[in-house]
């Protein structure tokens, strides 16, 4: 009798010190985070919104941890290639994936990949938010929407825009605006906004949505022409531009944005010390809030866990935004 209980003793001990030892050695790990470079995945093309954007904060993160954080476009599928490649590393914060709405968008909606973007990643933070911009090239005469609207009802489906990719935000904002404005639009899905602004620039299509920092410099030269911006109120840096809220277009507002995140069952401890200590940058040095808002975006740096709440209810806005146009999802 008092061998067994000894033996259950020993053997509830023994687990004692080995939950304490591996929690010791994961404070030590969170405490020493980063000990190497940091993998920053972009899962889009050079010179995308979402690429600019992420280069800046991969620069914020390297003044924060004083180790070397490397820029890794990973684009191709509408950005899913890049979240494969997150899906598939350790959760030891040295592999993290800048993602926008429109990845969070076409990861909702495709789910034909290995992960479950549900469930196979962890929210860091949200870092930024941004408007999307309705563009017209400059060749084609537009300069208001309402000029815009006056076209195209004359000449359904004739005017053409170009979108980052089927099912995408730049899609789905246009398609939803379009359905607003009653008018008729041809969609010419490309393979990341960075060649959907290119060919915009070129005139081989007309119309386009696009975030400002990949178009503030093409918009300043005069090549693009902003019609509106998606937010209910006006974007600083473009405050002559209307909002879609104040033309008669409230529902047709889309607010975009950028986040951190990580893959699966990353520790809470790691996952708080990422987030707070870009925070802490971003409120440390002034330059850094004016870098971020320079390059066309509004900084946010949330909480994990309001982040992950928002993702939670916005993921089910875009499955109803998805029914609303007809959306269907790949096989």
């Not at 909480?303 to 609303?324: C, N, W």
Request: hydrophobic share 40%.
């Amino acid at each position: 009798m008092y061998p067994f209980k000894f033996k259950q003793i020993f053997q509830a001990a023994l687990l004692l010190v080995v939950c304490l030892m591996s929690h010791v050695a994961q404070s030590q790990t969170v405490t020493d985070f980063p000990k190497k470079p940091v993998r920053w995945i972009i899962p889009t093309s050079p010179g995308a919104g979402t690429d600019t954007s992420a280069r800046i904060f991969a620069q914020i993160a390297n003044e924060a941890w004083k180790q070397s954080v490397i820029p890794d476009n990973k684009p191709g599928a509408s950005g899913m290639l890049g979240l494969d490649a997150l899906y598939a590393a350790a959760p030891d914060g040295y592999t993290l994936a800048f993602m926008s709405v429109s990845q969070f968008i076409d990861a909702t909606l495709l789910q034909k990949y290995q992960f479950d973007a549900s469930k196979d990643f962890t929210p860091i933070t949200l870092l930024a938010s941004t408007p999307l911009v309705l563009l017209a090239n400059s060749q084609t005469g537009i300069r208001s929407v309402a000029q815009l609207l006056s076209y195209a009802k004359d000449h359904p489906n004739e005017m053409n825009y170009g979108s980052g990719g089927s099912g995408g935000l730049t899609h789905i904002a246009m398609e939803m605006f379009a359905s607003k404005a009653g008018i008729k639009l041809t969609h010419i899905p490309y393979k990341g906004s960075g060649p959907a602004v290119i060919d915009l620039l070129a005139g081989r299509v007309q119309l386009g949505y696009s975030t400002p920092p990949a178009v503030l410099q093409h918009i300043k030269s005069g090549r693009l022409i902003p019609l509106a911006v998606t937010t209910t109120h006006r974007f600083a840096q473009l405050p002559d531009v209307p909002t879609v809220s104040e033309l008669g277009y409230p529902s047709a507002s889309i607010n975009t944005w950028y986040g951190l995140f990580g893959p699966a069952k990353m520790s809470p401890e790691l996952v708080d010390k990422i987030a707070q200590s870009l925070a802490h940058e971003a409120r440390r040095n002034p330059s850094t809030k004016d870098r971020i808002i320079t390059g066309g975006i509004d900084p946010v740096f949330g909480t994990p866990a309001d982040f992950a709440a928002g993702l939670k209810k916005e993921r089910e806005q875009i499955v109803s935004t998805a029914k609303l146009i007809g959306f269907e999802k790949d096989k």
